[in-house]
């Protein structure tokens, strides 16, 4: 009779995970982990796999959002200095032109456009992302060097409500997976 490992028992641990030879397999069992009421795990693969974000339940960001939003900001506020600087701060009458020649703002307003959105996508990608992020806990898998080559990987998250070790690693080796392994933190 096997032995039931109680979570005090362990070291802090990370979560569980299961090693799957085909993308497919892996799908299936993201799949099967979501319908199950699983809802904090990662899946890894050395190659993009449609539809894998959506069925561990990833939900989209808000980076194209607050790159809009920097975008808008950016025009309005190199428009805003342009206009300050040739009505208000140093106003010059060149050749009975409007002081407020709008068109010769348009490469400075887009340009100023251009960076702030840049600048935003950049941090809000990272910042999104949880990165920079030296150390996780899947590197602590021995088999887990295997995820860039030829492996696919689910893990789930100890931090998951319906996280238990025996039943956790019960239900992936159900879902068929070639191995599963309890990932310390």
């Not at 539809?51 to 561990?56: N, S």
């Not at 898998?141 to 025996?166: G, M, Q, T, W, Y």
Request: glycine share 8%; hydrophobic share 45%.
């Amino acid at each position: 009779m096997r032995e039931e490992l109680q979570l005090s028992e362990l070291p802090e641990i990370h979560g569980a995970m299961a090693e799957f030879d085909t993308p497919e397999e892996l799908l299936e069992a993201c799949e099967r982990a979501y319908s199950a009421g699983f809802r904090s795990m990662d899946a890894y693969a050395p190659m993009p796999v449609t539809g894998l974000a959506e069925a561990i339940g990833y939900k989209r960001n808000k980076v194209g959002l607050c790159v809009l939003i920097a975008g808008i900001c950016g025009a309005i506020g190199g428009f805003s200095l342009l206009e300050w600087i040739t009505v208000v701060a140093y106003p010059h009458n060149v050749g009975g032109r409007p002081l407020n020649s709008w068109p010769q703002y348009i490469p400075i307003t887009f340009e100023c456009m251009v960076l702030l959105a840049g600048l935003t996508a950049l941090f809000s990608m990272l910042a999104m992302n949880g990165l920079p992020q030296p150390y996780h806990p899947v590197f602590n898998v021995p088999e887990f060097e295997r995820a860039s080559i030829d492996k696919f990987f689910l893990c789930i998250e100890s931090s998951d409500p319906k996280f238990s070790v025996n039943e956790t690693t019960d239900f992936l080796r159900d879902l068929g997976a070639k191995e599963v392994t309890i990932v310390p933190a």
